[in-house]
């Protein structure tokens, strides 16, 4: 089964940084591309930032509203992908669930997600 | 940025009854390869959004068929044959043809 399970969230000051790990099993994992997608407890959903594979030079896109602040890594030989957040700030405070890119533009498999608290 | 417009913004069913949202986007969402990028999920409390339907109509894996979608362009239309209790929760659209990726706005479904 697709399974993808998030870490590292938690309590952070404004300005701050964090690192979020999405560990990713039961797929082979370097050959999808992979999303972060966060939502405000009790709001909508915010897409956040994707990453590409190998063959696609592991390019990278953004929402404007991180675009600067976060970076979207992977290691394929964890089969991990990872959010670099920086300069965080109260508005970033959010759930932040990794995603399964299909292939044919489906997100299918979401992650339970882990929470990112930005307050002094 | 593609705006994804959903309505309504809550849905109360008999058990047993249809459902039927609507999601407009501010652009076409067909691609040049003729796919339709466009999307539905659920989202049931506490839990991440699940995939129902992607390109326009397809089912995903383990979807019920009282799920349906529809529509062509810009109107979509998601419909639940016969609601279950199980189906509670929150509904989003979501496009894909372009970065960033846009969510509606979400519909709630709950059971009278």
């Known amino acids: 089964d697709v399974q993808l399970v998030e870490s590292g969230g938690g309590l952070v000051q404004p300005g701050g940084s964090l690192r979020l790990s999405c560990a990713a099993s039961g797929f082979s994992f370097s050959d999808y591309y992979m999303d972060w997608v966060r939502q405000v407890p009790g709001k909508g959903l915010e897409w956040v930032g994707h990453?590409?594979?190998?063959?696609?030079?592991?390019?990278?896109y953004y929402a404007a509203s991180v675009k600067g602040r976060f970076t979207v890594l992977r290691d394929d030989s964890k089969n991990s992908v990872y959010l670099q957040m920086n300069s965080l700030k109260t508005e970033d405070t959010a759930l932040y669930h990794c995603?399964?890119?299909?292939?044919?533009?489906?997100?299918?498999?979401w992650g339970q997600g882990t929470l990112v608290t930005v307050s002094s | 940025d593609i705006v994804m417009t959903q309505t309504p913004l809550s849905l109360s069913v008999t058990p047993g009854q249809p459902a039927s949202i609507s999601c407009k986007s501010s652009q076409s969402l067909l691609g040049s390869d003729g796919k339709t990028y466009f999307y539905w999920y659920l989202q049931r409390p506490g839990q991440p959004p699940q995939l129902l339907i992607y390109e326009v109509s397809k089912r995903f894996s383990g979807v019920p068929d009282r799920f349906s979608g529809s529509g062509s362009g810009t109107d979509f239309t998601l419909k639940i044959s016969r609601v279950e209790a199980e189906d509670v929760g929150v509904y989003y659209c979501?496009?894909?043809?372009?970065?960033?990726?846009?969510f509606g706005g979400g519909t709630k479904v709950e059971i009278k």
């Open positions: 995603v399964r890119d299909s292939g044919y533009g489906a997100r299918d498999y």
């Open positions: 990453i590409r594979d190998k063959g696609n030079s592991y390019t990278t």
């Open positions: 979501m496009q894909a043809i372009w970065f960033p990726l846009t």
